[in-house]
């Protein structure tokens, strides 16, 4: 075997390893995945957030969003919400209708001021109202979108 055969072996094989080491998982940190979406996230007092599907949290009555003491077989009946940190963390869907002040402080872009404008314009019929309330307007009713609701 020539000189010239050797190396051209010799490379062949470090390809070949090179390509095995690499689909190898190791555990190394790589790109980001796309995280499992939580259809409705609530806060469980002592326990945590945690995600229901949205037919087990309609079987509880429990609202994305809700913070409930669970005490036993059954959640508190009348829950309270997450504090509105968390309301942002996990893009929690506000409804204008009922939303509190903090709640709605919890959306980009809306103070004190703006959420005690949005809850003297209540109700609403469509998300579309959002943007007729002064300081509002169309572009940041549009970036709000995904994140508010409108129920009855």
């Given at each position: 075997m020539s000189v010239?055969?050797?190396?051209a072996l010799l490379l062949a094989l470090v390809a070949?390893?090179?390509?095995v080491v690499a689909t190898r998982d190791v555990g190394q940190v790589g790109a980001p995945s796309a995280a499992a979406p939580c259809p409705v996230a609530i806060e469980v007092v002592g326990?945590?957030?945690s995600c229901l599907s949205r037919q087990a949290a309609r079987a509880r009555r429990i609202e994305a969003g809700d913070r409930i003491v669970h005490g036993g077989a059954e959640p508190e009946l009348?829950?309270?919400k997450m504090a509105p940190e968390r309301l942002h963390l996990w893009s929690v869907p506000i409804d204008l209708n009922r939303a509190s002040e903090p709640e709605l402080r919890s959306?980009?872009?809306?103070?004190?001021?703006?959420?005690?404008r949005i809850i003297a314009r209540r109700p609403y019929s469509r998300v579309e109202d959002l943007a007729q309330i002064p300081g509002i307007g169309t572009r940041r009713a549009l970036a709000l979108r995904s994140r508010?609701?409108?129920c009855w």
């Open positions: 010239g055969e050797t190396l070949v390893a090179l390509r326990q945590g957030v009348h829950p309270t959306l980009d872009g809306i103070g004190p001021e703006l959420a005690r508010v609701v409108v």
